[in-house]
């Protein structure tokens, strides 16, 4: 593992962020008309003011999910649509330091972006996300791991299936989104969609924020439990993407992207 080659990694993606500024909307632009649009969602209900701020506390960990599976993910298509993805499998550059290096400048984006949210959340709507505690940071530390666990999980998909999954990248997030109880109860599904919600380590995240939200004794069974199938779907994504770069070498597959 090399230091050096992994923030090599995250300078390169700084330089395209910096050379395309449009490149940060999904950084501050979108993240705060979410804000907008799910904070004023909130106010409409601001008879019940906790449930109010379960969709803001939900707004702003959201994008700490959100921000962290996008950089990973969206910065390997980086490497295909500008055809560097051979260029990059014959550097001295490994498989592990390049996904470290993606998710070092993820961490960049991330503040910004979830920073841009908090900051929007407490000037438009007085709801302050530090208020919920140091009590909260297992809970960022888990969609953290998460997003970059959705995020080998598209890799390897694309990389197997090559461009036409590329929609997965925004797509299977905004299933995740109400799945994972993101701004209510799981409770609220569908009975059918309820088993599918439970076995999620987001649901049991957000659900730990909530209550979290209600001022009530520490979640530890939610956090452990969120904690839990992380570890199980990181291990299983670190298999699937293995497997799918082992079948992406040995057929060839680099030629869609040379």
Known sequence: MNALRISAIAKRHWWVLKRSPHRSFDIVLWPVVDTLTFGSLAIAYQSNQTRAFYVLAGVVLWHVLYQAQIAVSAGFLEETWSRNLLSLMVSPVSEAEYLLGTGLFGLFKLVLGVGGVALTALLCYSFDITSLGVGLLPVIVLLLLCGWVIAMLVIGIVLRYGSGAEALVWGILFVLMPLSGTFFPVSALPGVLQPVA?????????????????????????????????????????????????????????????
């Open 198 to 258: 439970q076995a999620l380590p987001t649901t049991h995240a957000f659900t730990a924020a909530r209550e979290l939200v209600d001022g009530g004794a520490y979640p530890w069974d939610q956090v452990l439990l969120s904690a839990g199938l992380t570890l199980a779907a990181g291990a299983a994504a670190v298999w699937y993407v293995t497997a799918m770069l082992r079948l992406f070498r040995r057929r060839g597959y680099v030629t869609r992207y040379s």
